[in-house]
């Protein structure tokens, strides 16, 4: 759909829907050219200055980094910063700065379910299962038919060699 719609109209006066379109799909090297022209319209729009992080992180880690301190210091009371923070050090294996990323939102809104399970999956890389088991029971106690978590608990208890345990609760999750 966006490649017919860039096909056929101009990018001067582009729609709101394109905006919020070409920020939700995922980062997109052949995109590199529309996210730039929308900045260019939009220069404080997150999703799309997220998106050219992405794909600069793929060749200059520490130039991607730079940005999204930038990003974050502009914005520092919205949360999707922070989220975005965190997956960016997740990607690129900085665990401490994810899991400081997810605490920071965490401090602000405790029952974060996103923030929660994010960090739950921080502690997982790390090998804290008993605090990645925590924070997904956490999530479970405010959201019992968050069937992420549930699927996160069954991989733990794999981990954790209770592969019984794990078989039934995954025959539990919806299909």
């Known amino acids: 759909t966006l490649t ?14 394109l905006f919020e379109l070409a920020g939700a799909l995922p980062a997109d090297g052949d995109r590199a050219n529309l996210y730039q ?21 793929l060749t200059d880690p520490a130039a991607a980094q730079t940005e999204l301190t930038a990003l ?5 009371d919205n949360l999707t910063v922070y989220f975005f923070q965190g997956e960016l050090a997740q ?12 605490q920071q939102i965490l401090e602000r809104e405790p029952e974060n379910l996103g923030a929660l399970a994010a960090l739950a999956g921080v502690q997982f890389q790390q090998g804290n299962l008993t605090a990645a088991r925590a924070l997904y029971d956490q999530v479970l106690a405010l959201e019992p038919d968050y069937w992420e978590a549930r699927y996160a608990i069954a991989e733990l208890n794999i981990a954790d060699d209770q592969k ?12």
């Not at 974050?72 to 520092?76: H, L, S």
């Open 164 to 175: 019984l345990t794990a078989l039934d609760q995954l025959r539990q999750l919806p299909p």
């Open 91 to 102: 990607r690129q294996g900085d665990l401490p700065l994810a899991t400081t990323a997810y």
């Open 4 to 17: 017919d719609w860039l096909e056929s109209q101009p990018l001067d006066n582009p729609p709101a829907e």
């Open 72 to 76: 974050i210091a502009a914005n520092p």
């Open 37 to 57: 022209t929308l900045l260019a319209q939009r220069p404080d729009d997150l999703w799309l200055r997220w998106r050219t992080i992405e794909l600069l992180a």
